[in-house]
């Protein structure tokens, strides 16, 4: 079963604006990652951050991570309408296979 | 930077044929692929794990003769989807992983059953 949750279903912003999503998972992680998804297309890795890890930026990407929470947000600054996709998290566990998360549509309007 | 491949990039098959995808690591050899099917507008869900030279392992609810799974060789696992319905219909989506641990996906293949 999916493990994570992401919110918001959906979002939609103007371009400029910065854009925040939300993931919550349930069980222990050695680690955490984004990936980006064009409409049907391959995953695009953004960004893995470790359990020891409370933050990660790269680029205008910055991915918090509260293990005591069990969540991790992903946050995409002065969005641009190539931004428009969806954005999954993704957990991994010792045996390497992933965990996705339901998925946030992200849609950035010029 | 690796690359994992998929072919082909989309099929469109007749209820009740077989289809095979298949998985390639073009530029490193992966002992471990996941394989993941992705209905539309939802997530990824692991289908299994295809060990090379041995059996793959399978996910929960996923019909282990329905999707035959071979990792024959370092670099190709392929993905038969016996008597096809139109309710496997979906996006599938191979991962593989380095010896530095790192985690490549292929591009997907697009099933449609008639």
Known sequence: ?110 | GAVVSQHPSWVICKSGTSVKIECRSLDFQATTMFWYRQFPKQSLMLMATSNEGSKATYEQGVEKDKFLINHASLTLSTLTVTSAHPEDSSFYICSAWTEAYEQYFGPGTRLTVT
């Open chain 1, 1 to 110: 079963s999916q493990q994570g949750e992401e919110d918001p279903q959906a979002l939609s912003i103007q371009e400029g604006e910065n854009a925040t999503m939300n993931c919550s998972y349930k069980t222990s992680i050695n680690n955490l990652q984004w990936y980006r998804q064009n409409s049907g297309r391959g995953l695009v890795h953004l960004i893995l951050i470790r359990s020891n890890e409370r933050e990660k930026h790269s680029g205008r990407l910055r991915v918090t991570l509260d293990t005591s929470k069990k969540s991790s947000s992903l946050l995409i600054t002065a969005s641009r309408a190539a931004d428009t996709a969806s954005y999954f998290c993704a957990t991994g566990g010792s045996a390497r296979q992933l965990t996705f998360g339901s998925g946030t549509q992200l849609t950035v309007l010029p």
